[in-house]
């Protein structure tokens, strides 16, 4: 009696009924649904933890950043001063890993890319004095290019005034950086050379290492290979044609490794001392 009764108000009253279905058919949906989203990303996140590592960088911002090739000096002292047990001794890091970094050089392979550390300098061998009266600049030409990204050989060149006067009917060495000017011809500002390595083996950043003159009494000119430039720019092309060489316990933790964004590495793992090395060249 009662389920017939309760059949024929539902059939009395077809429109809410089927109002009524619809409305518990949406809300079991979306139970359905929930339920589906919340098994997926639980079974998401723990095949993350299984498969992947959180990997943080420091960085030290300084004047050249992202260029981390060229060497501060306050960068080193910030090194120095900071207390590194902040970090390891944090409840939330599992692993600090404070890797190391050289430079491997590697020949025949050149570099071209923006964040070359010395692309834009140069050692040049010049003569042939001359003078830009309308820019008060002076002018020689380029006998020989012993360092830079583009050979300017036999080309004229206009020097940015410094405290020097060249002399007529001599030849010079020059050390600096070529920079955009106000004409088409190649434009050269001398500068003191600094290396950390070469500052160690005592040759400072001293005014003596942006010009020599090599004049010789009859008039020509002698650029010997063992010359504090010729060393100069063979630093230039070392450093500038190398790639940065890794050392780390863990491999997993090297940012870039764990982001896959080299164009090649090469790894050696070595039981004994458990130290593995990747070599990279970085986009």
């Known amino acids: 009696m009662i389920f017939r009764n309760s059949l024929k108000n539902i059939l009395r009253s077809r429109g809410k009924s089927t109002l009524f279905f619809l409305l518990l058919l949406s809300i079991t949906v979306v139970l359905c649904l929930g339920l589906g989203i919340w098994v997926s990303i639980n079974q998401f996140l723990a095949e993350c933890n299984d498969n992947y590592t959180t990997v943080g960088l420091f960085e030290y ?22 207390n590194f047990s902040l970090i390891t001794e944090n409840e939330n890091v599992l692993l600090w890993d404070r890797s190391a970094r ?16 010395y ?51 001599h030849s010079y060495l020059l050390n600096g950086e070529f920079i955009y000017g106000r004409t088409s011809y ?25 010009i020599e003159d090599i004049t010789r009494s009859n008039g020509g000119y002698l650029a010997g290979a063992d010359s504090v430039f010729s060393m100069i720019a063979d630093t230039y092309q070392v450093v500038n044609n190398s790639l940065s060489i890794f050392g780390t ?23 004994k001392k458990n130290i593995q090395l990747r070599a990279e060249y970085v986009l």
Not at 102 to 115: M, P, Q, W
Not at 122 to 148: A, F, R
Not at 186 to 209: I, L, M, S, V, W
Request: charge should be negative.
């Open 119 to 169: 692309r834009k300098s140069g050692v040049i061998l010049v003569s042939d004095l001359g003078h830009w009266n309308y820019y008060g600049t002076d002018s020689l030409v380029i006998k020989e290019t012993l360092y830079s990204s583009v050979d300017y050989t036999d080309k004229l060149v206009l020097i940015e005034p410094f405290e020097f006067e060249f002399e007529d009917g």
């Open 186 to 210: 190649p434009y050269f500002r001398p500068k003191p050379f600094y290396n950390q390595a070469a500052a160690k083996a005592g040759y400072n950043d001293a005014e003596e290492y942006i």
């Open 61 to 82: 911002m300084g004047s050249e950043y992202p260029d981390d090739y060229i060497f501060d000096r306050e960068m080193n002292s910030s090194i120095d001063e900071f």
């Open 102 to 117: 050289a430079l491997g050089y590697i020949e025949g392979f050149e570099r071209k890319d923006a964040y070359a550390p």
């Open 249 to 271: 316990r863990n491999l997993e933790a090297m940012l870039p490794f764990h982001q896959q964004n080299c164009i090649f590495r090469t790894v050696i793992h070595s039981l």
